[in-house]
């Protein structure tokens, strides 16, 4: 073999390898059979409401999220968060500084051509009386049951724009609302970066919801609340990406009583 041909060989190997580089921070991505993605993130939530109310709620939140792969289409992901209760990043509603959650649940893929689409279900739960202690508090753990329907489009050039329809509902209680969340927007993904954008919109149609987000609680009416929500990537390599995330409050229900509300975080995703 001459050394041209040794080049060319070796130009083909690296394209083919870059080609078939996964992009971690899609929407749509699972970990192959056998690997694992971690993803740690820190956030930070603020809600201020008008007429002299000011700040309603602020949170400071730690999570690390862990998804194998079962088979290639195929994953089980498992969770454990932390709200902290310090006054300058919360509200100091809890008992501690040690209020965990935990969530467990399953996630599928599927495509057909350029289609893609993922199922996905969990289940999620914390200690009440750990959070805000025992007095007046339910000895029950507080559990939630959710469900995901993702459908997108690969453009095969980077872009995928797709959308999301989730439900979730409290079990074990006598009064179960339905919470539902849809997502529109388009992930791409660049050679060293990726970027992630679109519109949420939070809903209730149940006429006594339960807490929708940041301790927003709406008695005897629906709710309905948009968001611009956004994610930017960089990737140190194929696989671990750091990146920063967020949402804004645009406007719904609660528009005449609230100035502002974000959430604002950092995360780190590492596939082994």
Request: charged content about 20%.
């Amino acid at each position: 073999m001459n050394y041209k041909t040794i080049l060319m060989a070796s130009a083909a190997v690296m394209f083919a390898t870059a080609a078939s580089a996964k992009d971690i921070t899609n929407p749509f991505y699972l970990p192959e059979q056998g690997k694992v993605l971690s993803d740690t993130s820190i956030e930070m939530s603020r809600t201020n409401l008008k007429h002299g109310i000011g700040n309603f709620n602020k949170s400071l939140y730690a999570n690390e999220e862990i998804t194998y792969g079962v088979t290639d289409n195929f994953s089980i992901f498992g969770s454990i968060g932390n709200e902290f209760d310090s006054t300058q990043f919360s509200s100091g509603d809890y008992n501690n500084d040690h209020n965990f959650d935990y969530m467990l649940g399953a996630k599928y893929n599927m495509q057909a051509g350029n289609w893609l689409a993922q199922v996905g279900a969990s289940y999620y739960t914390f200690d009440p009386e750990s959070w805000y202690g025992h007095r007046d508090n339910d000895d029950r753990w507080f559990k939630k049951l959710a469900a995901e329907v993702k459908l997108g489009y690969d453009l095969c050039n980077g872009w995928t724009p797709y959308t999301s329809f989730s439900a979730s509902s409290v079990i074990d209680q006598a009064n179960r609302p339905v919470n539902y969340s849809w997502f529109g927007g388009v992930h791409k993904k660049f050679d060293k970066a990726s970027i992630d954008a679109g519109i949420r919109y939070d809903f209730n149609t149940d006429g006594d919801a339960e807490v929708i987000k940041n301790g927003f609680i709406e008695n005897g009416s629906n709710t309905n609340m948009w968001y611009a929500q956004a994610e930017a990537n960089y990737f140190i390599k194929e696989n671990i990406a750091l990146g920063l995330y967020g949402d804004y409050y645009l406007g719904g229900s609660y528009n005449d009583d609230v100035d502002y509300d974000y959430t604002a975080g950092l995360q780190a995703k590492v596939l082994f």
